[in-house]
């Protein structure tokens, strides 16, 4: 991952008392995703790492946006006001932004839907990371793609025998053993249900009328 220069000397920390605003914007949409403060390190550590740090003022230390999540914000370019006192950064977002699973922390309203699976995809990457002994995440993801495959597959089809020849409830509980599995089968090869969405939030906007 390639860094972009900048003069951190340009940067006036002294009127913040060590912190500036720093605000984050889409480098493909424009979109402005969010806010954060920096202190020099948070500042130095995102131009060396690629990754957006900011210093958080709640866990009093340097906190990358999705060390825990993994939706991560990769750095694209940093720029300073006139009075030097405010940052703006281009980033490319991986994953919804807000810790409500919005793209961005201005939505208006919660998607509650986009909310749940990112926090599912939270969950099934600090597995995969983890890998903790006895979870059964584990256990399906040491049999390889394959075996996550062949889970998918098996999961789709209770879905659809559910559907036709069970009540409601059997359905949505076979639903549910679906999108796990296919969760952990898009975390394998690198993507998340945030790609999903995406892709779906597109073709809503291009498709045809229905």
Excluded at 6 to 34: H, N, S, W, Y
Excluded at 82 to 90: E, F, V, Y
Excluded at 138 to 157: C, Y
Aim: glycine share 10%.
């Amino acid at each position: 991952m390639s860094t972009p220069q900048f003069d951190i000397a340009r940067v006036d920390f002294a009127k913040g008392e060590g912190l500036v605003p720093a605000i984050v914007q889409d480098a493909t949409t424009a979109r402005v995703l969010m806010l954060g403060y920096m202190d020099r390190e948070a500042l130095r550590h995102t131009l060396s790492t690629g990754l957006v740090t900011f210093w958080s003022r709640s866990k009093q230390r340097l906190w990358t946006k999705g060390e825990t999540s993994g939706h991560t914000l990769e750095l694209v370019s940093v720029a300073v006001d006139c009075d030097g006192d405010t940052l703006l950064l281009l980033a490319k977002p991986n994953g919804p932004t807000c810790h409500r699973g919005c793209e961005t922390c201005f939505d208006p309203q919660e998607d509650a839907l986009a909310a749940e699976l990112a926090r599912l995809d939270g969950v099934i990457a600090q597995r995969l990371r983890d890998r903790p002994v006895g979870s059964y995440t584990t256990r399906l993801v040491e049999g390889g793609i394959r075996r996550v495959a062949q889970k998918v597959g098996e999961e789709g089809v209770e879905v659809a025998l559910a559907a036709v020849a069970q009540d409601e409830d059997a359905l949505v509980n076979e639903a549910a053993d679906l999108i796990f599995h296919l969760g952990v089968a898009l975390h394998l090869r690198g993507r998340n249900f945030q790609d999903v969405l995406r892709l779906l939030r597109n073709r809503a906007g291009t498709g045809p009328a229905s």
